[in-house]
């Protein structure tokens, strides 16, 4: 790790304690790339990581994140690989400076592990979770200026209406939207998920799950700008792979799958604007190939032993 990574995101013991998704998978879509880097674009607590540079001792693991509580512990967790692991705090829209600044031209393999992690949801101080009272934050990266506060309080009935079908797919979104903006000012998490499960109708509450789960998704979603830099980021890393080098994503609700599956699609086509049954004209080529397209989903042990990990899709990459 380097003297400049240690003072990003400093050397202290945060209890960053997180389960990765589909560990045996991840590793088994990497397990035959080249030697060389391979890209963490969601780091985290480092539960990826570990597996990578524990099954594969000619990897190396370049991993990102904004979250400085995440990198912290990631930091402690990996410090054993020594050179093999460098830690950058970053978002995806950073991706392409932060390669270009470690000297890694080429990726032989890359994960993106997207949507929000157990610690962030159950340390109620960070406004992530809709089961406690706390504040109105929902931040990645805590130096931003923007809050879920912001979103919450402040943008109008149609704009919030808009976040709600955009990122969670909200079927009552103008139910939800008019009553947050009439019970203004809203004070704190608990209240928010109390005035979204009052806004919705008595039989969709008791079934799929905690009402204001898609609200809460939407906003934090919002906050984070996570679905804007996505496709430009997962379109870098592709093009920075290697031939035989492998890409993996595990997103957790239809709005990541959809920009994933877009740009897999992209890569493997080439952008080829022909009729799907008629040969290529166009002049595209092809950057990828996808083994599979259906993608995975955890086993139904991992799914029970985890619940937070039975919505994830993974889907993998090859570069041609």
Known sequence: MTEQGREEIGERSTGFEHQPV?????????????????????????????????????????????????????????APFGHRMELHRAAFVDLGSVLDGSGVAY???????????????????????YREAGPLDMRMDRR???????????????????????????????RIARAVVAARPVSDTAHLAEIVRDAIPAATRRRGGHPAKRTFQAVRIEVNAELDQLDNALDEAI??????GRGAVLSYHSGEDR??????????????????????????????????????????NEARDNPRSASARLRVLERR
């Open 144 to 174: 931003q200026a923007m809050t879920a506060a912001d979103v919450v309080n402040g943008y109008d009935e149609r704009s919030l209406a808009r976040v709600l079908v955009g990122y969670a797919d909200e079927r009552h979104a103008r």
């Open 22 to 78: 589909m560990v045996a998978e991840v590793l088994e879509a990497l397990a035959d790339v080249p030697s060389g880097v391979v890209l963490d674009a969601t780091v985290g607590g480092g539960g990826h990581a570990e597996a990578v540079l524990t099954a594969r001792s000619d990897l190396q693991v370049l991993g990102i994140d904004r979250d400085d509580q995440a990198l912290a512990a990631s930091a402690s967790r990996l």
């Open 259 to 300: 920009i994933v599956k877009h740009c897999f699609d992209r890569a493997a086509t080439g952008g080829c604007i022909c009729p799907r049954l008629l040969p290529c004209t166009c002049g595209a080529t092809s950057l990828a190939v996808i083994p599979r397209r259906a993608g995975r989903v955890p086993s139904e």
């Open 239 to 244: 093009r920075r792979l290697v031939p035989t």
């Open 107 to 129: 990726l032989v393999g890359f994960l993106f592990d997207l949507g929000v992690s157990s610690p962030q949801l159950d340390w109620i101080e960070r406004g992530f979770s």
